[in-house]
């Protein structure tokens, strides 16, 4: 008699030992993981997840444990007689077929329901946010706020947020794990995509492009950031206004007076932004490691460090003329193109690249004078810079005429860059 019960116990035994390990693979700090409760909708995702989990469990435990039973209980003795044949039972066919149905009832209605609150659009209050996807960045607008940002998004605590997602290019796919998603950014399309991060405090989240894109697809990331209310409204009054380092760039033309009458144009001292104040950004020192690049340069990629101690800010508003085909700052009148991230507030941002590299002088010199060496693109991609460097993708080596910059004026530029906070 104890002979037969062993396998029982075996098997117990065994279940006891794996369930606690698979249940502590699913908890603990993971700062990617999807198992979280900061938003509505990972807890109604996190919901559905538990139910099926323990559900799947429940009807694992009770088929496993028939079939071993059976094995067990009518495995063959020797001088067996010939078992019983049979074919057909009604009642175990009705049973095997009812049961599994009301199973997958208990699964169907949570999860139509939720299907349908995140797929019927966001409530009237959410928070509207465009996302673009670009081969291989992040451009992020509010509209409502007159803001555009690149590779770093902010999210006010406790109100839904609605992103409209749009692809410049091909298809991406947009998701924070820790707060939601994922999406796909679709060529053509427009796909919504909203939560509510209402049990989260100021916290830094990293997100990322989950749809094949090309070359860079692993290096078009981004970073979130859930913050106050107040942190919110102190964010976007510092991205709102122009670039916090104007030096005496032209100033804008003065309005043309009306017809007929008198200059209307108020006096040009008057007309001048006043020098921004930094608005908030999330804190550099209270960064999570999980959000820090940890990318490494390239070998072979040299720099002249000694330069950037002495970057010139008003040197480098007139070398940055090399960028302005493709990059934005409010705030210097000459820099208006719209291929490349805008770039008024960027030293407000913790990264450059597509949260590739931390922003700092020595990546950001690096990456003026040699991007397509540290980050793989295409042709119509930030171009290589440096004076002297041969570019991998059109094989030739840049000079002046191809308008190339020295180590010197890199150097100008970041310091420019350095002062848009
Ligand atoms: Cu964009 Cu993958």
Not at 142 to 164: D, K, M, S, W
Not at 253 to 273: I, L, M, R, Y
Not at 368 to 378: L, Q, S, V
Not at 388 to 414: F, H, M, Y
Request: glycine share 8%; aromatic share 10%.
């Amino acid at each position: 008699m104890t002979r037969s019960l062993r396998p029982r116990h075996h098997f117990a035994l065994a279940l006891t030992v794996a369930l606690p390990l698979l249940l502590a693979a699913c908890s603990g700090q993971y700062p990617n993981s999807t198992f979280t409760d900061h938003t509505d909708f990972n807890r109604d995702a996190g919901g559905l997840w538990n139910l099926m989990i323990w559900l799947g469990i429940g009807v694992f435990v009770f088929v496993e444990g028939l079939l071993v039973y059976a094995m067990i209980r009518y495995r063959r003795r020797p001088n067996d007689p010939e078992p019983e044949h049979v074919h057909g039972n009604t009642k175990l066919e009705l049973a095997w077929t009812i049961l599994p149905a009301f199973v997958l009832v208990i699964i169907a209605v949570p999860t139509v329901k939720s299907i349908w609150r995140f797929q019927s659009g966001a409530p009237a209050n959410a928070l509207q946010i465009d996302v673009i996807g670009h081969q291989w960045w992040w451009e992020f607008r509010y509209p409502e706020q007159g803001v555009t940002t690149a590779n770093e998004l902010y999210i006010p605590t406790g109100r839904p947020v609605n992103f409209t997602l749009r692809s410049q290019d091909v298809i991406h796919s947009f998701w924070i794990p820790q707060l939601g998603g994922k999406r796909d950014v679709v060529s053509n399309r427009t796909n919504h995509l909203w939560f509510t991060p209402d049990s989260v405090g100021t916290q830094a989240f990293n997100g990322s492009c989950n749809e094949f894109c090309g070359a860079s697809h692993a290096n078009m990331r981004f970073r979130a950031y859930t913050v106050s209310p107040d942190e919110f409204d102190r964010w976007v009054a510092g991205q709102k206004a122009t670039a916090a380092f104007t030096g005496s760039a032209p100033a804008a033309p003065p309005a043309a007076p009306a017809a007929g009458g008198a200059a209307t144009a108020t006096p040009v001292a008057e007309q001048a932004t006043p020098p921004a104040a930094a608005g908030y950004f999330f804190p550099r020192e209270q960064l999570p490691a999980h959000v820090i690049p940890k990318t490494p340069i390239p070998a072979g990629l040299t720099f002249d460090e000694n330069l950037l101690a002495a970057g010139d800010a008003q040197r480098g508003m007139t070398a940055f003329i090399s960028c302005i085909g493709c990059h934005k700052v409010r705030g210097n009148p000459q820099a208006m193109g719209v291929i490349g991230p805008e770039l008024t507030h960027i030293a407000s941002r913790h990264t450059i690249a597509a949260g590739l590299f931390p922003n700092d002088p020595a990546h950001m010199a690096r990456w003026i004078k040699n991007a397509r060496k540290m980050k793989p693109m295409g042709a119509m991609s930030m171009p290589t810079l440096g004076m002297g460097e041969v570019d991998p993708i059109l094989k030739t080596t840049v000079t002046r005429s191809t308008g190339g910059l020295t180590d010197q004026q890199i150097a100008d530029i970041v310091a420019y860059l350095m002062s848009l906070k």
